[in-house]
Structures are given as structure tokens and as C-alpha cells.
């Protein structure tokens, strides 16, 4: 089974790699994928990828382009400053969860198969799904369940399971499942948990405060003209990004100077979301909700993140 089938990999380097010569970053490698179509339209440039997930490193591409960082991308300024490739000509990030950890039952994303709740990213820090599920009352699970998942009933999915692991512990994907599925609507059973899983998986990875850190230091680490390509697969993911390359922060307001001028760092090159076309739904069912943005920074603005 492939490891992960890039969403949008061709295009989004299309509108990535500009100079065959200079630096770019993959802040979430996975396969790979990504990877190996930048560095087949670099010339002497080099390429610095990120991913937290301790499975992709037994794929690492074999190129003295090549540099590996086995972080998070919210340590983005960091890492490319401790290599000397800052600052850099694009930066490229794929938000989805990869093939591989759906299809390891061991991980625990998925309820189509059974598995430990973990849901960790890296596996070797933090709180696991199963004490999410297992520790947090019933106001921060209904919290999380209508903030990441935006489910309205979050309140009454939260209440069963506070209810059914006074028995015993939730420990399983499957048992989860069982938990919820009597309270859900009929013909609706996989949508919602789906959405359950990512509300789960979004706390258990703290992706929304991740991300947050990432775009603030994305403005910082690109050269004037460098450009910023993310594909977001979840509308709270989408709308940060959208509010942050039109406006520079995550409101999306843009602020002006003294004479009404426009204080943006960003200009865009996709005006609206570019979404894969039916050939590549069809080959890949899990891109059909892939959204690709892209902006150009085109001030050298600094928000102080030198982290």
C-alpha cells in the first residue's frame, strides 16, 4: 500500500518553485511526495522538510538538497535558522492527515478500523486520544466537538461517553464508535463520525494553535517575492489561512497606514480556493475536500516571531 498519495502535488509546486536555484521548506513531508516534486524542478536550490510523525523517517529521500527536521512546523523560524536557510524562496504545507496513519489502525484516526486511541502526530509527547476521551469533563468535550468538528449537538455526544466510561475506560476506535453511534442520525453515521475523529485529533494535536504559529512565522521566513502554498482540508483550517495571506493576521482585517494604504504582506496568486478536478477525486477520493491557497509576500513585513 503507497504510504501517501500527494493531494494537488504537481499544481502546487507549479505555483511554489519559481527559482530552481533557491531554498524552499515542505513543512509537512509525509511520503514525501511533495518532496520529490520540488526537488525534481531544482537545479542547485535545496530543500528543507518538516514532520513530527517518527513513521516518515524511514523514507527520506536520499539528496544532498535534502534536509530533514523531525519537528513540528510551528518551530518553522527555528529549525531554518539553526540550518542557515533562512530566509526562504517558498514554503509549502499540506495540512491533511496522511494515508498511512488512516490505514494504522495502531494510530487510532480512523473508527473504520480498530485501534488504540492514540491520535498523537508524534507519538512521543503529549496527551493521547484516549485520555481526551477518558479525562476531560463534559463541557470541554462538548467545547471541542462543536469548535473542531462544528457539530451543535456536541453537549449530548459529550454526555454518553461521560456516561459510559464511568464503567470502564474508552479505549478503542471501535468502542468509541459503539459509544456514539446509537445518538447519531441515521444515514448521517459516517459523516459525523468523521467529524468527531477530526475534533478529537485537532485537540489532541493542538493543529489549530500549530498552525497559528506557523503562518505568523511564515511572513518572516520568506524573501520578499517567496511564496506561501497551503492545502487545508477543513473549513477552520481554510479560513485561517484565507484571513491570514489576505490580510496578514487571523481576522482577516486588513489594516491601512496613516494615508488609508493597505498594510498587507501578501499578495494573492489564488484568488479563490483551487480544488483538485474530478480525475484526481476520482483516483484519490480522501482529495476531494483539498483546498489549495497561494500568496506572494510582497513587503518586508515582521511580526517579531524570530523564533
Not at 49 to 64: H, K, S, T
Not at 214 to 219: K, N, R
Amino acid at each position: 500500500m503507497e504510504y501517501h498519495n500527494p493531494v494537488l502535488c504537481q499544481l502546487s509546486v507549479d505555483y511554489l518553485v519559481a527559482n530552481p536555484d533557491g531554498v524552499y521548506v515542505d513543512v509537512t513531508y509525509g511520503g514525501g511526495g511533495h518532496s520529490r516534486e520540488i526537488l525534481g524542478r531544482l537545479g542547485c536550490g535545496r530543500l528543507v522538510a518538516f514532520d513530527q510523525d517518527a513513521d516518515v523517517q524511514a523514507r527520506l529521500i536520499a539528496d544532498e538538497r535534502f534536509t530533514f527536521v523531525p519537528s513540528n512546523f510551528k518551530n518553522l523560524n527555528r529549525f531554518l535558522k539553526y540550518h542557515q536557510a533562512f530566509p526562504v524562496d517558498g514554503i509549502l504545507a499540506d495540512l491533511g492527515v496522511s494515508s498511512h496513519q488512516f490505514d494504522t489502525p495502531e494510530r487510532g484516526f480512523s473508527y473504520r478500523e480498530d485501534g488504540a486511541l492514540d491520535m498523537r502526530m508524534n507519538r512521543q509527547t503529549g496527551l493521547s486520544a484516549q485520555e481526551v476521551v477518558n479525562q476531560y469533563d463534559e463541557q470541554a468535550l462538548s467545547r471541542i466537538f462543536y469548535r473542531y468538528g462544528e457539530l451543535p449537538d456536541g453537549r449530548a455526544l459529550a454526555r454518553r461517553i461521560v456516561k459510559a466510561r464511568t464503567g470502564q475506560p474508552i479505549a478503542t476506535t471501535r468502542q468509541l464508535a459503539g459509544v456514539l453511534e446509537p445518538a447519531l442520525l441515521r444515514g448521517k453515521e459516517n459523516k459525523t463520525l468523521s467529524k468527531i475523529f477530526q475534533a478529537i485529533r485537532i485537540e489532541v494535536n493542538q493543529e489549530m494553535e500549530a498552525l497559528e504559529a506557523f503562518l505568523a512565522q511564515s511572513v518572516d521566513a520568506l524573501k520578499v517575492g517567496g511564496r506561501l502554498a497551503v492545502i487545508s482540508y477543513h473549513s477552520l483550517e481554510d479560513r485561517m489561512v484565507k484571513n491570514f495571506m489576505r490580510a496578514g493576521n487571523l481576522d482577516g482585517e486588513v489594516k491601512k497606514d496613516f494615508y488609508g494604504n493597505p498594510q498587507t504582506p501578501f499578495k494573492l496568486i489564488t484568488r479563490k480556493a483551487v480544488q483538485p478536478d474530478s480525475e484526481e477525486i476520482s483516483n484519490n477520493p480522501r482529495a476531494r475536500s483539498a483546498k489549495l491557497r497561494v500568496a506572494e509576500k510582497i513587503i518586508p513585513v515582521s511580526h517579531g516571531n524570530n523564533i
